[in-house]
């Protein structure tokens, strides 16, 4: 057995071990010791105080935690008037709510987000910790304040018009994620939103590509998407909606319906799997296991809200269980399909169990899901 693995074998039987003790055990000298631990860490094999080790099944997300605060339209929106509205406030953000459902999905998932010193930050935290998710690498940034995502939707539940505060998230330097980087390194995936700063992405980027980490990306807008480096070799799985697919892939939106064409478009930037989900026409696929344009699985909306981070997540815990990226766009569909009927942007009824019940429902060709 060589150094590392020694020093290895004695952290995990007691993380609490110090340096002193392991140079005594193995018979090398401390500084010896603190040397191997540092290409532990750089590694990602172990990582933060204690010398935790890491696990390979966890999903990092990175991005946006915020407050979110839901106005629903009572009738027809007038405006330049005041519209009678129903008011709900919740935990948001793309790379959060990801997060929380992958949790709800039994997935062990970590969350890498800035919040504010204020009660909003100190909320969605504990919310988000409770749920299940691992929120000890979330950064609490004093004098700032958390991001909130003001949306109103219409009586019928489509959005109608947002608001986002989002400045916390320029917080989120290259820097950061160095420091951070053991703890993304361990796990088996990161999945990152927009939210985060372009030098910020550009990095993410090339690091994953590096050490052959999987990087899913979340676009979040077409605006947002403009934040992406032109080189995307180091992205393995994109999740844009068409709007931002024809931002990612230099088309005018609205000049072409070819998605075949787009998708590849975006592939050519060196992206691996690009999904460009369609509303009500389903997802178009394109990537290394070829093309295919998956039809939308009936369904009675209630709020559009949070469909699409429900179907990331969907597509990441069909990959964490090895299904190919092709058979996973059916779990993401699924899991967008249960989000669509109810009200939260995170449902609740989103369980494994629930979602396992709806694709043996669809195998068997029962349009009648509910």
């Known amino acids: 057995m060589d150094r590392e693995q020694q020093i290895l074998a004695l952290i995990r039987q007691n993380p609490f071990i110090s340096q002193h003790e392991i140079a005594s055990i193995i018979g090398i000298s401390r500084s010896a010791v603190a040397g191997y631990i540092a290409a532990l860490t750089k590694k990602g094999t172990i990582r933060g105080r204690a010398y ?23 009738q027809a929106i007038r405006l330049a008037s005041s519209n009678p509205v129903t008011v709900t406030e919740s935990c948001g953000g793309v790379a959060r709510n990801i997060a929380e459902t992958l949790a709800g999905l039994a997935c ?7 919040v504010g010193d204020d009660k909003a930050g100190q909320w969605v935290l504990e919310e988000t910790r409770k749920r299940g998710v691992d929120v000890s690498q979330a950064i609490v940034l004093q004098g700032e304040n958390t991001g909130t995502y003001t949306a109103l939707l219409d009586a019928t539940g489509e959005m109608f018009l947002a608001f986002a505060n989002m400045d916390i998230y ?22 990152a939103d927009t939210n985060l700063p372009a030098e910020t992405l550009g990095e993410l980027i090339d690091r994953c590509r590096e050490e052959n980490l999987p990087l899913f990306i979340d676009p979040v ?34 000049s072409s319906s070819d998605y075949s064409l787009i998708a590849g478009a975006i592939r050519a930037r060196g992206v691996r799997h690009v999904f460009i989900t369609l509303g009500s026409q389903g997802v178009m696929y394109a990537g290394e296991e070829g093309e295919h344009h998956f039809p939308p699985i009936p369904t009675k909306v209630v709020d559009v809200t949070g469909a699409g981070d429900a179907f990331v997540a969907g ?11 092709m ?25 494994e169990e629930r979602l396992e019940q709806t694709l043996l429902h669809l195998k068997k060709g029962d349009e009648t899901l509910s």
């Not at 062990?108 to 800035?114: F, I, K, N, W």
């Not at 597509?315 to 990226?325: D, H, L, N, Q, R």
Request: with cysteine; proline share 4%; glycine share 6%.
């Open 52 to 74: 935790v080790t890491s696990d390979e099944n966890t999903v990092m997300c990175i991005g946006g935690a915020n407050l979110d605060s839901k106005a629903t339209s009572k």
């Open 108 to 114: 062990q998932t970590a969350l890498l987000t800035v």
């Open 170 to 191: 320029d917080k989120c330097t290259p820097a950061l994620l160095r420091d951070k980087w053991p703890h993304v390194a361990s796990a088996k995936i990161a999945i």
């Open 221 to 254: 807008s077409s605006e947002k998407a403009k934040k992406l480096p032109q080189d995307l070799r180091g992205v393995t799985a994109i999740f844009p909606n068409l709007e931002e697919a024809c931002q990612l892939a230099g088309i005018t939106p609205g």
């Open 315 to 325: 597509i990441t815990y069909g990959v964490m269980k090895e299904y190919s990226y």
């Open 327 to 351: 058979e996973s766009c059916v779990y993401g569909l699924a899991a967008s399909h249960i989000t669509l009927q109810t009200a939260q942007s995170v449902a609740s009824e989103l369980t």
